[in-house]
């Protein structure tokens, strides 16, 4: 087998990684790592990549603009570059993601071997798995570790407002991206039974019988208890000796990120309110690594400031240590360090998916107090080896602190229990070979298409393209273009041919289109992209490109849904025939109401049906096969004809054609266009013109040299 795995955001190496660096570096990371060296060590499986991204930052290791690095036999890191080079926490990666899925099926293409399945980590990864998938039609698995939904639901529930967390967490490019992937996916890998029947079921894409629980391993090589041969530990002594006026005290022990939802501010103050943890123990708090407070994101300030303000408040000095950052080989040892002192590890999150950093205490030897929610659940239901807590009540937290520290009996039980239970159902050996089951259970009859890494010519092209291509908008860019930009696009296309080729994007059909380009004295197109991308055909006698209709043709259910719009036939008109298609299902949208199209796109969702809801021009609102549109369009044309993506010339104009100029493909934007593209300026890959119509797309090729490509 050959498999991939996408982890997109944070920091990724293959040794000492930096969790806790920020919200970005976390079990995620930690997960993905382990599970890929699991699969290595499996005799069917030939090789695993993980593609990250290249970031190139002074602020950062240079580890992490390696091309490529070696993980272990059979495993590699593959970092591909896309947006700015600089590190960006991972709501700032949104707009380069299209890219990224550009670069990744071109590595594809140049490995010449297609993956047996695509397993994507989180939303942004899920988005450009999806992307791929469809392009390239191979199994998409994706696995949450948090979900948007959930996430959203808990912030509102602490008093922030939908534009408070938009503007912080692009939460609706990340739902929208999730429910993309778990629309796109075969398989959908949860750690816990909670996931799947309380977080996942809140989304109108997600089909509970895709969903397989595996939980996660632990690495119990690095994680043990204390053996008679073991060192001791001076290192940890004198760290910590420099907080605690008494280190030989249980320490209570908590390991996560400096982020809200880990809590760690309940544990503080849990710990300052009980003279008996007080006396009996000390608190030792490992927020992450780092270096400087003062820069540390907002929100990372904020947890440290509050857990600075509770050991003042309470009088805690001496009692709490808060190192500033232990390295990757030293946290094994912090765990049986504090076993040996018959410490107690605590996770106050408000929500935790799974928790490793459960797996890891419970397999050194300490026993747990956990929120009862999610991941804790399961583990401590297998284990036997803690207490849960509901964490928003500092009583009940700090009343099962109490029920475990300084209590031998109980404490010994729970230590081996959990010791036990590690080792029978959470080592990596087995959850790489159940999963390794699952996945080829599920893609096995999995039909292979017509491999696009071929790049064969589609059925009924005649010849093939030039060497670029430039595609202009027909029913914006051109047709508002006056005599003289038209001649001069003319001359200039005449010029080049045949290493230039030309091609036209519309919403109408091939016949309309071509009698409107006609009416324009233009020469017939060599691709003709029609009907908002569910049409492809080429050269003057229109050749239909078959694979095409094949391709975007699956789960396509026109009759559902008509019926489905029907709840919104006051606010739609049908348009008349000869706007539809056999793949297009085409509205006027009666008054501009984005409220109505998010509606509509939320009630396809519900209903399952696999379509696209696309606005053009504000007005016309097309349904559309899921793997078709134009941005697919494009790219199944430059696969089938291996023309490069840097080598396409989009202009456009019209609100809606965003979508197109994402990506690798260059863009102009004419200076008549809609407003709504002036989000698009910081795009790298699109350029604004000066001047309006024609003229400004013979802007658009100057200014890139878009000829002598």
């Not at 860019?477 to 296309?493: G, H, K, T, V, Y």
């Not at 396509?556 to 849904?561: F, P």
Request: glycine share 8%; proline share 5%; with cysteine.
């Amino acid at each position: 087998m050959y498999l991939l795995h996408l982890h997109l955001h944070g920091l990724f190496r293959a040794r000492n990684l930096e969790l806790g660096r920020d919200a970005d570096t976390g079990g995620q990371t930690l997960y993905v790592l382990e599970l890929v060296k699991a699969l290595a060590g499996q005799e069917d499986v030939e090789r695993v990549e993980v593609v990250t991204r290249l970031i190139e930052d002074r602020r950062v290791s240079s580890d992490y603009s390696r091309r490529e690095e070696t993980i272990c036999p059979g495993a590699q890191i593959v970092r591909l570059p896309f947006g700015p080079r600089r590190y960006l926490r991972k709501e700032l990666l949104w707009p380069h993601l299209d890219e990224l899925a550009d670069e990744l099926v071109r590595h594809i293409c140049r490995r010449g071997r297609r993956p047996h399945w695509i397993h994507a980590h989180y939303a942004d990864a899920g988005y450009v798995g999806a992307l791929v998938s469809r392009r390239l039609e191979i199994p998409l698995l994706f696995t949450g570790h948090s979900l948007g939904r959930e996430k959203l639901r808990r912030l509102l529930a602490t008093g922030q407002t939908r534009a408070q967390i938009e503007k912080t967490y692009a939460m609706s490019l990340r739902i929208d991206a999730e429910e993309l992937a778990l629309a796109q996916s075969c398989l959908v890998v949860t750690s816990t039974r909670q996931e799947a029947t309380d977080q996942y079921a809140r989304y109108g894409r997600f089909h509970p019988e895709l969903a397989t629980v595996i939980a996660p391993g632990v690495d119990l090589e690095r994680f043990h208890p204390a053996r008679d041969s073991d060192p001791s530990f001076p290192e940890l002594d004198d760290l910590l000796g420099q907080f605690l006026r008494q280190p030989q005290r249980p320490p209570i022990l908590a390991l996560s990120r400096a982020d809200r939802r880990k809590n760690i501010p309940a544990l503080v103050a849990a710990f300052g309110s009980s003279e008996r943890l007080r006396r009996q123990g000390n608190l030792i708090l490992l927020m992450g690594s780092r270096r400087d407070i003062r820069k540390a994101d907002r929100e990372q300030r904020e947890v440290f400031q509050q857990v600075l303000e509770l050991v003042d408040y309470h009088n805690l000095y001496g009692q709490v240590a808060y190192p500033k950052q232990l390295s990757s080989d030293q946290v094994p040892r912090l765990y049986r360090w504090a076993a040996q002192r018959g410490g107690v590890f605590v996770n106050p999150a408000l929500t935790e998916p799974f928790g490793l950093t459960l797996l890891e205490a419970a397999a050194s030897g300490l026993p747990l107090v956990a929120t009862d929610d999610g991941g804790p659940r399961d583990i401590l239901s297998r284990c036997r080896n803690g207490l849960l807590a509901d964490v928003t009540n500092i009583d009940q937290l700090r009343t099962a602190i109490e029920r475990l520290l300084g209590q031998p009996k109980r404490w010994q039980t729970f230590a081996q229990n959990g010791l036990e239970a590690v080792q029978h159902h959470y080592s990596w050996v087995a959850h790489a070979r159940r999963y390794l089951s699952q996945g080829a259970d599920l893609v096995k009859d999995y039909s292979l298409p017509r491999s696009a890494l071929t790049l064969a010519k589609a059925p009924g092209m005649t010849a093939r393209l030039g060497r670029r291509l430039l595609y202009c908008d027909l029913d914006g860019a051109l047709a508002e273009a006056d005599q003289d930009s038209l001649q001069a696009l003319n001359n200039r296309l005449h010029a080049t041919r045949p290493q230039t080729s030309f091609g036209v994007l519309t919403g109408v059909g091939p016949q309309q289109a071509k009698e409107q380009l006609a009416a324009l004295e233009l020469p017939p197109a060599d691709v003709w992209i029609c009907r908002n991308g569910t049409d492809v055909s080429y050269g003057p006698d229109q050749d239909q490109d078959l694979a095409w209709r094949d391709h975007i043709r699956e789960g396509w259910d026109r009759a559902a849904l008509e019926n489905a719009m029907a709840e919104f036939q006051d606010c739609l008109t049908l348009q008349p025939p000869s706007q539809q298609g056999d793949y297009k299902l085409s509205y006027w949208l009666n008054g501009e109401d984005l409220s109505l199209v998010a509606a509509i796109r939320q009630a396809i969702r519900e209903q399952g049906l696999r379509a696209q809801v696309v606005l053009v021009d504000h007005v016309f609102l097309d349904l559309l096969p899921f793997a078709g549109g134009r941005p697919d369009a494009i790219r199944h044309v430059a696969l089938q004809q291996g023309i490069l993506l840097e080598h396409i010339l989009v202009a456009a104009s019209q609100h809606g054609d965003g979508e197109v100029l994402r990506g690798l493909p260059l863009g102009v934007v004419l200076a008549n266009h809609d407003p709504s593209l002036d989000e698009l300026r910081q795009q790298r890959s699109v350029f604004f013109a000066r001047r309006p119509q024609a003229w400004g797309i013979l802007e658009g090729m100057d200014h890139y040299r878009f000829l002598s490509r």
